[in-house]
Structure formats: C-alpha cells, structure tokens
Nanobody, 123 residues
Framework: QVQLRESGGGSVQAGGSLRLSCAAS????????MAWFRQAPGKEREGVAY???????NYAESVKGRFTISQDNARNTLYLQMNSLKPEDTAMYYC?????????????????WGQGTQVTVSS
C-alpha cells in the first residue's frame, strides 16, 4: 500500500506560479511511476505529467514548457512546479502512483491516489 498526501494548492492570478508537493509513505518502492492529474468541474480527470523512478518525464501538451515535475527519492516527495498559470489550469490536482511497472498519462495505470489539492487561477 502507498499513501499519498498533496499540499501547496491555492489561489493565484494568471501568470503566477505555484508549487505542489506530494508526500508518499508506505511501500513506495513498489511504485515505478508517479504522476500528477487534474480534474476541473464537469470534466474528466486528465494526466498532467509523470516521472519514473530513473527520472524520465512526460507532460501533457497543454502544460509543456510551463510545468515541471520532479521527485526527491530520499524524502519520498513528488513536486509539480507550475509557472505562467492560466485560468484553464484551475482544477483539483491529484498525486498518483502506479502499482505496476508501466507508466503513461492514463488514469487507469495508477492504483494509488491522494485526496487532491485545489488550484484556482483568476484572470
């Protein structure tokens, strides 16, 4: 089992920045890949970015060049640095971890989820 807890959400004006954190505990060694997803009201949960244990990353097209995913393996913490935020980035952001050795931005790949942290970007 892996437990995930997000923090760092908040309200910011367009063009601003936020840094999300996700503290992982439990059997984190079993998770090959961790990711950030987001879900806006009335919309499907979508993948934002993932990172593998060796450090390979991948991003959704909508956030490339603005968001950076990183990890601190010693502290079992996942981060998402979000710059140049836009109103369309407003959503609940979730941290996720895989149960297997495959990694992509499909929510079905991830078996462990945090409770989420709200990000609101005003224009």
């Amino acid at each position: 089992q892996v437990q995930l807890r997000e923090s760092g959400g908040g309200s910011v004006q367009a063009g601003g920045s936020l840094r999300l954190s996700c503290a992982a505990s439990g059997n984190t060694y079993s998770s090959y890949c961790m990711a950030w997803f987001r879900q806006a009201p009335g919309k499907e949960r979508e993948g934002v970015a993932y990172i593998t244990k060796p450090g390979t990353t991948n991003y959704a097209e909508s956030v490339k060049g603005r968001f950076t995913i990183s990890q601190d393996n010693a502290r079992n913490t996942l981060y998402l640095q979000m710059n140049s935020l836009k109103p369309e980035d407003t959503a609940m952001y979730y941290c996720a971890a895989t149960t297997g050795s495959y990694c992509n931005l499909s929510k079905g790949t991830f078996g462990y989820w945090g409770q989420g942290t709200q990000v609101t970007v005003s224009s």
